[in-house]
C-alpha cells in the first residue's frame, strides 16, 4: 500500500515560508473611516489605481466630512483614476453618511475595543461592505487578529488544500483565521500573499521553487492541465 501523502497545514506555512519572507510587522494605513473608503475604492481595480484615487480624494476634499458632503458627482471625478467612479462615488458618500448619522463622528476606533465577531458585523451592516471589506479594515487600521482574504491567498489555500475546492472566497475567511494563533493572524495573511505572488502564481505557478511542494496535493497540476488543453487546441488544428 503507497504511503499517504503528508499535508501542509497552516503550521508549516509558518515555520517555512517565515524564514523565506522574513519577519512581519504591523503597521497602520489609514484611521479606520479612511481605510473604509480606501477599501471601497480597492475594489475591483489595481493597488496603484485605488491608492491614486484614494489621495485624490483626499487630496480635493480634505476631510470625510466634506466627501461626506460633497455632491456625488464631485466624488466621481475625485475618483475617476480608481475605476468604476459612478458606482464608488455613490457608495462612499452613503456610506460616510450612514457612519456620520450611526456614531455622530467618523471615529470608529471603538472597533478595536469590541470582540472581533461582534466589530465584523458592525461592519458588514454597511452598504457593500462583506467579511473582506471587513477584515482589511480591522486587520489594517486596528491590528485586529482578521485575516482579510485576496485573490492570492484564496488561490493558494486552495492549491494546499487548506480550504476545500467548493469553499467560496467569504467563507474562506472563517476558515482560515482560526487555523493559526490571533499573533499569528497577520504573518499568516501576509506569506500567503507573498507566496501567491512570487511562487504560487496564477498562470504558471514555479512548482520546483516551493519550499511546500512536498505536502502541496496539486503539485504540478495546474501546468499540466493547462499544457493537455493546448495539447487538444494543436491536435484539432491539424
Known amino acids: ?29 489609514y484611521n479606520p473611516a479612511e481605510e473604509l473608503v480606501y477599501t471601497i475604492l480597492s475594489q475591483h481595480t489595481s493597488d496603484i489605481n485605488s491608492e491614486r484615487a484614494f489621495l485624490n480624494l483626499m487630496s480635493t476634499f480634505g476631510t470625510l466630512e466634506k466627501i461626506a458632503d460633497a455632491p456625488v458627482e464631485e466624488i466621481e ?48 451592516s454597511l452598504p457593500g461592505v462583506g467579511p473582506k471589506t471587513a477584515a482589511i479594515i480591522l486587520c489594517f487600521s486596528l491590528g485586529m487578529p482578521a485575516m482579510p482574504v485576496d485573490t ?17 472566497a467569504d467563507k474562506a475567511h472563517d476558515i482560515l483565521e482560526p487555523m493559526v494563533s490571533e499573533d499569528d493572524v497577520f504573518a499568516f495573511h501576509v506569506y500567503l500573499i507573498q507566496h501567491g505572488r512570487q511562487v504560487c502564481k496564477a498562470q504558471r505557478p514555479r512548482c520546483d521553487d516551493c519550499a511546500l511542494a512536498w505536502g502541496c496535493p496539486s503539485m504540478g497540476k495546474v501546468g499540466n492541465k493547462r499544457a493537455k488543453r493546448r495539447g487538444r487546441k494543436s491536435s484539432s488544428r491539424v
Open 1 to 29: 500500500m503507497a504511503e499517504r501523502r503528508k499535508r501542509v497545514r497552516a503550521a508549516d506555512v509558518m515555520s517555512q515560508l517565515g524564514p523565506l519572507y522574513g519577519p512581519v510587522e504591523w503597521e497602520p494605513r
Open 77 to 124: 471625478v475625485a475618483i475617476r483614476s480608481g475605476g468604476l467612479s459612478k458606482q464608488k462615488s455613490g457608495r462612499i458618500k452613503e456610506v460616510l453618511n450612514i457612519v456620520r448619522a450611526d456614531v455622530g463622528s467618523f471615529d470608529l476606533s471603538f472597533l478595536g475595543e469590541m470582540p472581533l465577531e461582534e466589530a465584523k458585523t458592525w461592519l458588514k
Open 152 to 168: 492570492h491567498i484564496y488561490r493558494v489555500s486552495q492549491r494546499l488544500r487548506l480550504i476545500g475546492p467548493k469553499v467560496s
